[in-house]
């Protein structure tokens, strides 16, 4: 892809550190709220017995989501593997050094899971 070099590396630096100052505080809150939410409820569901998990997605949603929408799997599996995912109208992959067991997926992911039997 094209890397556009500015002309005053510096000033794009101090806004990208600006920017961040001001956004990644946010932007941690709403990954941890949304990850911790639904640790709590997949614990709770497990711990009741049940054995079905399902990825809700939440309209409009991005092309990760979006495929991950409406899928089930069992207490023990994971919705997305680690390594590459890249589902239909996806620009390029999203890469997880992890296995994803509940939401998010990514950055500003506000997914959830729920029983699904």
């Known amino acids: 892809f094209p890397v556009t070099i500015p002309t005053d ?9 600006e920017d961040w100052e001001e956004d990644r505080a946010v932007e941690i809150a709403q990954r941890e709220v949304t ?5 709590v409820a997949k614990t709770v569901y497990v711990l009741a ?11 409009p949603s991005c ?9 089930v799997v069992g207490k023990e599996e994971v919705f ?3 390594g590459d ?3 239909d109208g996806a620009e390029k ?7 994803v067991g509940h939401p998010p997926a990514h950055g500003g992911c506000d997914c959830q ?5």
Do not use: H, M
């Open 9 to 17: 590396p510096v000033s794009a630096l101090e806004k990208e550190l």
């Open 35 to 39: 990850r911790e939410g639904n640790a």
């Open 49 to 59: 017995g049940l054995t079905l998990l399902r990825w809700i997605s939440f309209n």
């Open 63 to 71: 092309p990760y989501c979006s495929a991950l929408d409406g899928k």
């Open 80 to 82: 997305l593997p680690s």
């Open 85 to 87: 995912f890249q589902p």
């Open 93 to 99: 992959p999203l890469t997880n050094s992890s296995d």
């Open 113 to 117: 899971i729920t029983a699904a039997g």
